[in-house]
């Protein structure tokens, strides 16, 4: 039996923000915990934390710009009941960048 649903949903990706989301947004609907997640990949948790919050590395940021200049559209299939998630996520994101413009707290 899988953790994850056999349903999925595709999702464009054009930036390391919006794949930390997708990361996230799969992480928390399985009820993985960062650094259970990060220990089965055998990485730090703090790397987890970074991807999540899409940190572009200069690699990724450089593979990013070359899929968009080469027309190349990156794309991850999410299971369903991750999208719910996403959408939740990108929502408080939004609103947070929102409210740093805004120069609210």
């Known amino acids: 039996m899988?953790?994850?649903?056999?349903?999925?949903?595709?999702?464009?990706i054009h930036t390391t923000e919006e794949l930390g989301l997708v990361i996230r947004a799969v992480r928390k609907s399985t009820r993985v915990r960062?650094?259970?997640l990060a220990a089965l990949v055998g990485v730090s948790r703090q790397f987890a934390v970074d991807?999540?919050?899409?940190?572009?590395t200069v690699q990724m940021?450089?593979?990013?710009?070359l899929l968009k200049e080469l027309g190349i559209e990156l794309s991850v299939d999410i299971p369903l009941a991750a999208a719910q998630e996403?959408?939740?996520?990108?929502?408080?994101?939004?609103?947070?960048?929102q409210r740093t413009k805004d120069g609210s707290p």
Do not use: N, W, Y
Request: proline share 3%.
């Open 51 to 56: 991807v999540e919050k899409g940190k572009p």
């Open 86 to 97: 996403l959408e939740r996520l990108r929502l408080c994101r939004e609103a947070a960048t």
């Open 2 to 12: 899988s953790l994850i649903s056999d349903i999925f949903m595709k999702h464009s």
């Open 61 to 65: 940021a450089r593979v990013m710009r």
């Open 34 to 36: 960062q650094d259970d």
